[in-house]
């Protein structure tokens, strides 16, 4: 069964609000197992609106609209799909009363406007919104079904889950479920590469990558009647990913980042952490203290973007900053130790690099970076080229730090290699 | 004339992603003088991209597509396109010389896929992308023209801004110009209601109010032949607001952050700055790291998540901590000076709260954020209660504090109070 969202609002067409009901309303319909396969938004106009209604009823299942539901008058959805549906509005009296005691819950007086929002088309099934005056509406022509909800996303939500999520299971029966293997280390090209064989013979459950900011994800989707058995359907795919991809996967957890991955692994093994950030200047630090619960393992950390800094807080020596450059493989190190006896930490990342757009040179280009992770004594350095921006540097260099302190951390606890398996 | 955005990605259908892209694009195309009256979204389906780009070239002047241009089999933009317009494709060899150069740079083997980003449509306006290997495309048949652009936000915006703005600008005579007055510290209901009378009444130039994370930005936009004829349009508007938001406004120039008005209020007035930065975790640093040359004024910071970090690095006493606790006016002082003389720098801010989900209580609710800005000798600390989740209240803390830098320098050098015009 397919489905198609269909947005209504001049704000969306003029970029002023992001459409984060799309998003949502498609994820939930995906888990449903129902297939989307247009999204559309148009503004609140009576032709384009009207043209907009009869497509999507023409090519998918349920067509589901949200927004312009509102008491003014140029809130037109309801008026123009129940005219494309060939259905009279009428006085609903349950919403008249639920539109009444609304605003005396809030000592308001109703305006003539707001009894426009009771009248439903003939036949309709009327779904009550508990959290705003726009009631929602659901309508059937034949097979193909029409979803009407309200725009704001603390109205449209509830009601889905309440009232739409139980209308679209009866239509079809049987779910959507996907797991997601998270992998930071191999780019997506290199990923594809080594998925191609999965990917060109996938049926059920079917495989995707996805590129994130330094990470790839691939979703495992299985299509089954309930999910116990899309489990089972997915879990000898997992199985291959996990032995293909090995230690690259930080996580087969929906939930977890990559951060939440390191920290978890700090906690597990009782580390305490202290980090010496220059070019990055805080960001490596502001990912890890989002992580609820960080402060257990997290027990400071030094912000050194001047020589200065880098010396008096870290003591890094002058000789090395003046032999080396502050952006090198010996600074990085002494940052580390540093950083970690600073605080007699177990642990302890350093990163310094030319984030850019100035301070580049031959040598040393714009996106040169060294991070140095101290793990109980022993520092291992790493050299990245970044590309981009100062912005993406920065970032990269902040992924590729969280990524080498798992990689060292998994080494001195389970004397793993890494990269192998 | 009439533009219309076309999204392809099935993480957008699937809803693993919201369509911030569109909202970009629509706020550009809006601000450049198109009329948007449609945004869609299609899956990497050939059959349905091609009908799409169909309809969407039958009704609109200009078809803005994002997504689809990567380097693997599912990425069938760039093909479908050219299909559509009768072009063939063929090798772009300054794209793959781009694409070679990426490569090298980074010291990795580009994989047979990765030559396929080089192909272009025959006669295509092609674009470098500095952030990564798809180039963006421009293609015009009679008098419709369709824009391909890559799918990531990080190589998409600045493609955008570099080389579609300016062929946009040049397809309609007369032009649209903005001009940007940002305001922090004054909620945007208020400054709705001090702008009423000036929305009301407006024509051209026209006045629209953005929300944005902290802050509250009023675009000034006036329809002339040309730059200076609009910038003459505007001005008395811009007079306008300044004279009744005063020292709120922290910039009238539309690439100036606040960060970046506060890193050049440092800079103007020589001061060098240090922080100490508790629940925000580097956040703050981060941000005025991201401004280029902030390393002429920001020397030093400390992340100070511990009871003990906060004695231990800074000097906080551990009676203040004991008798007031760690979020405490007493001990944001305490930070802030310690901050300072640590390094002697000249500008402190000190930042401690409670950024949740845990660890609040009644007395001292989850969202509750004290910072300190030290001034050469004086401290001034205050008290906020935000709201929101554990990232937002840490997002606040961060513009909060930016603001209250900017506001103690201008008071400390122009001797102003600050809030009086």
């Known amino acids: 069964m397919t489905v198609e969202i269909l947005c209504v609002g001049t704000e969306l067409l003029l970029g002023n609000i992001v459409n984060t009901n799309a998003a949502y309303l498609a994820e939930k319909c995906a888990s449903l197992g129902l297939s989307c396969y247009y999204q559309s938004v148009v503004g609140d106009n009576e032709g384009r609106l009207k043209e907009a209604i009869s497509t999507a009823m023409g090519r998918s299942d349920v067509v589901i609209l949200s927004g ?4 003014t008058e140029d809130d037109l959805t309801k008026e123009t799909a129940a005219a494309v549906m060939g259905k009279k509005l009428v006085m609903d009296e349950e919403s008249k009363d639920a539109i009444t005691a609304y605003f005396k819950k809030r000592g308001i007086q109703a305006t003539d406007n707001n009894w426009k929002q009771a009248l439903v088309p003939e036949g309709a099934l009327v779904l009550t919104n508990h959290n705003g005056t726009a ?3 659901i309508m059937r022509k034949d097979n193909t079904h029409v979803v009407l909800l309200p725009g704001p996303p603390g109205e449209l939500k509830p009601m889905f889950e309440e009232n739409v999520v139980p209308y679209l299971e009866a239509l079809e029966p049987g779910i959507i479920y996907s797991q997601t293997v998270k992998i ?9 590469t080594m998925l191609k064989d999965l990917i060109d013979t996938q049926t059920n459950p ?6 994130k900011p330094g990470e790839v994800h691939i979703r495992v989707t299985a299509k089954a009647d309930n999910e116990k058995e899309a489990k089972k359907l997915n879990k000898p795919v997992i199985k291959e990913l996990k032995s293909r991809f090995g230690y690259d996967i930080y996580t087969t957890e929906e939930d977890v980042t990559l951060e939440k991955a390191v920290v978890d692994l700090m906690l597990a093994n009782e580390l305490s952490f202290t980090c010496a950030e220059s070019c990055t200047g805080g960001m490596l630090s502001a990912r890890l203290i989002n992580v609820p619960g960080a402060s257990e393992c997290y027990k400071c950390g ?4 001047s020589n200065k800094a880098k010396r008096k807080v870290l003591g890094v020596k002058k000789p090395t900053l003046q032999k080396y450059g502050a952006v090198s493989e010996q600074v990085a190190e002494e940052m580390a130790n540093g950083a970690a006896n600073a605080y007699k930490a177990d642990m302890a990342i350093a ?7 100035d301070g580049g040179s031959k040598e040393k280009p714009v996106g040169l970076v060294y991070i140095a992770c101290y793990m109980k004594g022993k520092v291992t350095v790493q050299k990245f080229q970044f590309m981009g921006n100062r912005e993406k540097i920065r970032e990269s260099a902040v992924t590729s730090a969280l990524n080498l302190m798992r990689k060292c951390i998994l080494e001195y606890f389970s004397k793993v290699t890494f990269g192998k398996k």
Do not use: N, Q
């Open 184 to 192: 930071c280390g191999v780019g997506e090209s290199k990923a594809e």
């Open 206 to 211: 079917t495989i995707a990558t996805y590129a």
């Open 302 to 305: 030094f912000i050194t973007y």
């Open 68 to 71: 312009g539901l509102g008491p």
């Open 351 to 357: 990163i310094t690099g030319i984030a850019g757009p």
């Open 135 to 137: 009631p929602g509406i």
